[in-house]
């Protein structure tokens, strides 16, 4: 029978910040690039905290620190995209996931837009253009319901993991 494992925590001290954290390193997650554009500017951001949440009517959420440079940005403008990386994408996620200037983030790759008018990154694995049809504020972080106008599925194949603060290619 398998051992069970030590609580780091128990039920009287609640993780703290940091414990959780480390956690989190072990939950592999998808990699994204989250961009947006109209009345409050073009702006984009990686996120890792993204899920679909139902397929009637299709709808992902996405976490966004309102702390971000881009909050205000996907506050005012109140659409999305949701643009899953594949191997190979990574100096993008880094990219996004620093404090660069907006125009560098963009220069490093192609983008065009569909319905929403945000940015679809051209090689991306599939790209989810939205519409934040509803939001919830938790600690930090605003939840961004975003249902889904349009889909464009790229050529890429190979996938893009976020585990244990590196990537990890897929599908070789
Ligand atoms: N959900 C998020 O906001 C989120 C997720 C991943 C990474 N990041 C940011 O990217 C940078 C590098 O992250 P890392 O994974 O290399 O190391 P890290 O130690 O900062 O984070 C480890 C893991 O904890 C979680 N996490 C980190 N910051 C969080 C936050 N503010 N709110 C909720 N969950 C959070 C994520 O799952 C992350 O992969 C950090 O600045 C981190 O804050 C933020
Ligand atoms: C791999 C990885 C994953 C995430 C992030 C980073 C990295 C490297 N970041 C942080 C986010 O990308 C960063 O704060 C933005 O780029 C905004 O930065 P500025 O405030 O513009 O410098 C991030 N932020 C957020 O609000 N939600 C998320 O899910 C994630 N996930």
Redesign the pocket.
Known sequence: MAAIAEPLSSAATAPGKDEFRHAMTRLGTA?NIVTTDGPGGRAG??????CSVTDSPPTLL????R????YAAFDVNGVLCVNVLGAGQQAL??L????TAMGERFAAAQWHTQASGAPLLQGALVSFDCRIVNRTSVGT?DVLFCEVQAIALGDAARGLV?LDRRYYELGE
């Open positions: 990699v951001f990686t996120a890792s905290a993204v996405v976490c966004l620190n702390s971000a440079s881009v996620s880094n996004f996931g620093g404090k972080h976020y």
